[in-house]
């Protein structure tokens, strides 16, 4: 079963950047749509960047412009660089399959916390 870890998050002030980072085992991610999704206290999780094993990418209104995700086929992994941070950016973050059918379970989490 694919089990995927994140990292990267932290601390960082409005207009900041931060790299997320989501290695994954037990399944090469490359064959399917990745996302990175974002979740806070008593919200839905919510997905802002996903990206096709054919490199399409669509990302949800509210990064558009300021979050680039990309894959790392020979790490088996995901980033999410995150530029021009916002309080309402504040969530943590997740990476999954987009398909239901295959995802896997969530990990922990990374939080991101944009605050001065």
């Known amino acids: 079963q694919v089990q995927f870890v994140e990292s990267g998050g932290g601390l960082v002030q409005p207009g900041g950047s931060l790299r997320l980072s989501c290695a994954a085992s037990?399944?090469?991610?490359?064959?399917?749509?990745m996302g990175w999704y974002r979740q806070v206290p008593g919200k839905e999780r919510e997905l802002v960047a996903r990206?096709?094993?054919?490199?399409?990418?669509e990302y949800a209104d509210s990064v558009k412009g300021r979050f680039a995700i990309s894959t790392d086929n020979a790490k088996n992994a995901v980033s999410l660089q995150m530029n021009s941070l916002k309080p309402e950016d504040t969530a943590v973050y997740y990476c999954?399959?987009?398909?239901?059918?295959?995802?896997?379970?969530w990990g922990q989490g990374t939080q991101v916390t944009v605050a001065s």
């Open positions: 990206i096709s094993p054919g490199g399409r990418i």
């Open positions: 999954n399959f987009v398909t239901t059918d295959v995802r896997g379970p």
């Open positions: 037990g399944r090469i991610i490359s064959i399917r749509t």
